[in-house]
């Protein structure tokens, strides 16, 4: 590593990135051994960091708003991060969300996606992945504003007007049903992360249907034919086992 007086180093983040805003991150760690270090990273990183450590001051200072992505403890002492998630999505706010926990466990992967988590990192973590995880949500996230002030998403040549309800595929338009719209338009907003089955048939079909999910199978495979994609070696559209799926960002 470069001494600081080393006079041939290249320009600084500060110099770099004048222009772009500066993200704000909300910390919600009860483990200070964990969160101190942690948000000096992300200070480090240039984004605004703040620290709650419950459950119950986290949603009160996400309710504030300017929050731009919330990194989340699953083991808060007052209320688990699995039912702060919840209550976050029961109210409409679509803030990235990435859990922390020591559970590794397939099963509890699934319970926090569904639950209305972006990503799950497992502890111990490296801080490298962390932090490019964290850039990720952060850019998925500023194009979620941008999709929701021009009603357009573009991902991987798939462009989108939500407002239209209409699709095209590098520039070339989708003949696509009501349904197969609603599928695609869900999983390109989620773009890189993984939707749930239980997601899906919640969003596009409107119900919580546990038993079987075969329609959505069949819809995912339209899809597909319709982008041209290959289940076996997927372009767009990834299963991700006993999970659900995801778009990918090409």
């Not at 500060?14 to 772009?20: K, P």
């Not at 009501?178 to 939707?195: C, P, T």
């Not at 767009?236 to 090409?250: A, C, K, L």
Request: negative net charge; aromatic residues 6%.
């Amino acid at each position: 590593m470069r001494s600081e007086s080393d006079g041939r180093r290249g320009p600084s983040r500060a110099q770099t990135d004048v222009a772009e805003p500066v993200h704000s991150i909300l910390l919600a760690e009860d483990d200070a051994a964990i969160a101190d270090p942690l948000a000096r990273a992300f200070r480090r990183e240039g984004y605004e960091v703040a620290i709650t450590s419950e459950g119950e001051a986290t949603l009160n200072r996400l309710a504030e708003g300017g929050v731009d992505l919330l990194v989340l403890d699953l083991g808060l002492p007052d209320i688990d991060g699995l039912e702060v998630c919840r209550r976050l999505r029961a109210e409409g706010n679509r803030v990235p969300v990435l859990i922390l926990t020591a559970r590794a466990d397939e099963v509890d992967t699934v319970v926090g996606l569904d639950a209305g988590a972006d990503d799950y990192v497992t502890k111990p973590f490296r801080l490298a992945e962390l932090l490019a995880r964290v850039r990720a949500l952060l850019r998925r996230g500023a194009l979620e504003v941008r999709a929701e002030s021009t009603g357009e998403t573009e991902v991987a040549g798939v462009r989108i007007d939500t407002e239209s309800r209409r699709a095209w595929l590098n520039g070339k338009e989708l003949q696509l049903t009501a349904k197969e719209f609603d599928l695609l338009r869900v999983l390109v907003r989620e773009v890189g992360r993984v939707v749930t089955r239980q997601q899906l048939m919640r969003e596009v079909w409107e119900t919580t249907w546990w038993s079987s999910t075969k329609t959505l199978d069949m819809h995912i495979s339209w899809l597909r034919r319709k982008l041209g994609d290959d289940a076996s070696h997927p372009r767009y559209i990834t299963t991700v086992r006993g999970v659900g799926f995801r778009f990918e960002r090409g």
